[in-house]
C-alpha cells in the first residue's frame, strides 16, 4: 500500500514537472500533433483514390483526323493531368518555352500522321505519331503512368478502328460489332490485402502519419526525461532519494512508470487528432484496427525502450546540454532512418536494409500492422520484443553506469 | 550515537577516508571542518548509506550500518550542500513528495509539513514555485525538507552556502533549536569557522581523508586561545628559557601564550627572557587565534585545488 501511495505521489510530481516544462510540452505533444496535421493534410492526395492533385501537361494536335481530336479528347479525360491545348501550328520551341517558364511537366504532340496510322496505313516517313515532351524534373515514375496511359488508349483506338473496319463482314456474320468495342472502364479491380480478414480499409496519409509521428515523439520522451535525470543528479536530488532508503533500481523504476503513462497519453491524444481534427480541415479520417491489445502491446514496448534508451543517455550524458544534442540528434536520425520522415517504400533496396535498424522502424511497423493490416498482437509480437529487448539491454547498461559512477 | 572505527574507503585506488575513527554523542552537535576533497562529503555519504565502505565498523544509534541500513536511514537525514529537491514544484508540491518517501500520508503528513514549514518559517512563501525563491528561502526549503521524517541524526553539509546574513543567522538558530529541543544529533560541515563555533558542541577536522583533530569546542578553542609574539632571531638559552614555562610555546620565529590562568605571570616572563637575551619584538597579535587559524595550521594553509 506504502509503495502504491509512494508511486501516486511520484507520477502526480512528474506530471506537475512536464507540464510546468513549456519544452517538455512542445516536444511531447505540440511538435507531434502539428506534424501529424501537416503530413496527414500535406500527403492526403498522395494516398487519396479522388486525387485532387493533377500535373500540368500540354497538348498540340497537328492533325486534323477524327482519331486524333477523340485521342486527345480521351486524354483530356485522365484524372492525374490537367492538359491545356495549344494551336495546332505551335512550334516545338514555343512549346518547350512554356514548358520551362510555367515548370509544365509534359507536352503532348499529336502528329499529322496520327490519323493515318491509326487507320492501318504507312505513317509516311516512318515518324511516330505522338511525341512526348518530358520535363526534367518529372520522376521517372510518373513518366510511366502517363506513358502508360497514352498506349493504352493508342491501342483501344487502333481495337475500335479495327472493329469499324470490320464492320461489314461482322454483321453479315450476325455478331454485334459494338460488343467488341473496348470497355470505356478498367477491367481490373484493385483490392487491399489485410492481414485479417477483409477490410473496406483503404490507406490514407493519416493511417501512415500518426503512427510514424507518434513514435517519433514517443521516442522524443528522451529529451525532457534525460534533463530531468541528469538535473536531480547534479542538483543532489538523487543522493537525497538514496539517503531516504530509495534503491538505484526503485529510482530508476520510479521514473519509467510516469513516463509509461505520459507515453500513453501522447498515443490517446495523437490518435484523437487523427481520428477527430484532421478530418475537420479535410483529411480523412484515421481508422484504428480490430486489436486493441495488440495497439497497447506495441505502445507499451515502444514507450519502454524509448524510456530505457533517455535513461542510457541520461547515464552517459555529463550535462543536460549533452543529453539534448544526443537525444535529438539520435532521433532525427533514427527518424530519417527509420522511414519515419521519409515513407520506407520509396526508398531503395540497400536503403530499406538499413531501415531496420531503427528502432523508429520496428515501432512504426508495429503500428502500420495494427492500423493499416488489421493485424493483432501476434503480428506485433517480433517488432515488440526487439523493443523491449534493446529496451532491457539499455536499461542494464544504465544501472551498470551508474553504478560504476556511483554519482547516485 | 555514532560511533566510526577504522573507517577506509578508496575510489580507484586513491584513499578518500583513511582510518577514520570518530565518535559523535547523542544529542550533541559536531562540527566537521575539512578543507575541499577532504572526504567530509564521502564520510557522510557513507553514514547515510549512499555509498558503501572499503573497510572499518560504523554504528548508528547502537545499529551496525552494514546490517540495519534502512533502519538507520530511516532516523536519519540528509540535507546535502546543493539545493536538492525540483524547482519546478511548489515549496509545498516538494515538501509533500518528499515527505511521502519516508512514508507518511494523510494527517500524519500534513502535521510534519505544517512542523517544517513553520521551523523554516516558509508560511509566506510555501505555495510558491520554488524556482522563484531567493537563495535564503530556498535554503530554507532544503533544511525543512531533511525535518519531514523528525530525525534523530541531522546530516547538515554546508547548509548556509550564499544565503544572506538574516536567512543564515536564522539557520543557525533553527539548528541550535532543533538540537536543545528535540535533542537531535546534528553532524555539521562548513567553510565557515564562525558558524561551527558558534553552533557546535565537538568539533572534528578532517584533512586528506584523516581525522586530525577531534575534541569538545571547549578544548579546541582554549588551545587556540593565546598572544602570538613575532620575533626575530632567537637563540637557544632563549628557548630553552621559554620553553621551561608551562602555557608558552615557541615555534620558529613565533611565541604564543595561553590565555588561561597563568597568562599574565607568563607574559611577564617572556618580556624578561626577550630583554635579558636582546631579541627584538617584530609583531604582536592580541586577541584570540582564532578557529580558523587553527584550522589552516592543521591543514597546512596551501590550496589544494593546485595539486
Known sequence: MTGVIKLLYTLKKEFLLITRDVHAVTV??????????????????????????????????????????????????????????????????????????????????????????????????????????????????????????????????????????????????????????????????????????????????????????????????????????????????????????????????????????????????????????????????????????????????????????????????????????????????????????????????????????????????GFLDIFLRNGGMADVLPESLALIFLGAVMLALTLIILRRLREV | MIDIKHLSKSYHLKPVLDNVNLSVGRGSIMGLLGPNGAGKTTLISILTGVIGKDSGEVSVGGLDLDRELGRIQSMCSYVPQTLAFYPRLSARENLEYFGSLWGLRGRKLKERMTFSIDVGSMGAFVEKRVDTLSGGMKRRLNLAIGLLNEPEILYLDEPTVGVDTQSRNYILKTIVQLNRERKTTIVYTSHYMDEIEQVSDEIAVIDEGRIVLHDTKEAILAHADAVLIRVGEMGNPAVTALSSHPGIGVEKGMVHIKRDQRFEENMAAVFTVFHEHGIGVDDIVFGRRTLEELFLKLTNVRLRDEE
Open chain 1, 28 to 365: 511531447l505533444f505540440i511538435m507531434p500533433a502539428v506534424f501529424i496535421m501537416i503530413m496527414s493534410l500535406a500527403m492526403r492526395d498522395l494516398f487519396g483514390l479522388h486525387s485532387s492533385v493533377s500535373i500540368d501537361a500540354l497538348a498540340v494536335n497537328r492533325d486534323a483526323g477524327k482519331p486524333a481530336e477523340a485521342f486527345v479528347k480521351a486524354i483530356e479525360a485522365l484524372p492525374a493531368f490537367k492538359f491545356r491545348r495549344l494551336e495546332k501550328d505551335a512550334t516545338t520551341d514555343r512549346i518547350e518555352e512554356q514548358m520551362l517558364s510555367r515548370d509544365i511537366k509534359f507536352a503532348l504532340i499529336v502528329r499529322e500522321n496520327f490519323s493515318t496510322v491509326m487507320a492501318g496505313e504507312k505513317g509516311g516517313k516512318g515518324e511516330k505519331p505522338l511525341e512526348l515532351l518530358v520535363n526534367p524534373s518529372v520522376n521517372i515514375q510518373t513518366q510511366m503512368v502517363l506513358k502508360g496511359a497514352l498506349e493504352e488508349h493508342l491501342a483501344r483506338l487502333r481495337h475500335d478502328a479495327f472493329i469499324d473496319r470490320l464492320g461489314g463482314l461482322l454483321d453479315a456474320a450476325g455478331i454485334d460489332s459494338k460488343k467488341l468495342k473496348a470497355d470505356k472502364e478498367s477491367p481490373i479491380e484493385v483490392r487491399f490485402t489485410y492481414r485479417k480478414g477483409r477490410s473496406s480499409k483503404v490507406p490514407s496519409a493519416v493511417q501512415q502519419s500518426v503512427p510514424a509521428w507518434l513514435v517519433f515523439s514517443m521516442f522524443f520522451i528522451v529529451i525532457p526525461l534525460s534533463n530531468t535525470f541528469i538535473s536531480e543528479r547534479s542538483q543532489g536530488t538523487l543522493m537525497r532519494l538514496r539517503s531516504m532508503n530509495v534503491s538505484r533500481l526503485s529510482l530508476i523504476v520510479g521514473k519509467m512508470i510516469p513516463y509509461l503513462f505520459i507515453n500513453a497519453i501522447q498515443a490517446v491524444i495523437m490518435v484523437a487528432i487523427g481520428m477527430v481534427v484532421v478530418p475537420l480541415f479535410g483529411g480523412t479520417a484515421l481508422t484504428l484496427g480490430s486489436s486493441p491489445g495488440g495497439l497497447a502491446l506495441i505502445v507499451a514496448s515502444v514507450s519502454f525502450s524509448a524510456i530505457a534508451l533517455a535513461l542510457f543517455i541520461a547515464a552517459v550524458a555529463r550535462t543536460t546540454e549533452q543529453a539534448t544534442t544526443i537525444g535529438a540528434v539520435l532521433n532525427i536520425i533514427f527518424g530519417a532512418l527509420g522511414g519515419i520522415m521519409v515513407p520506407t517504400f520509396v526508398m531503395p533496396r540497400f536503403m530499406q536494409e538499413m531501415a531496420h535498424l531503427s528502432p523508429m522502424a520496428w515501432g512504426l511497423e
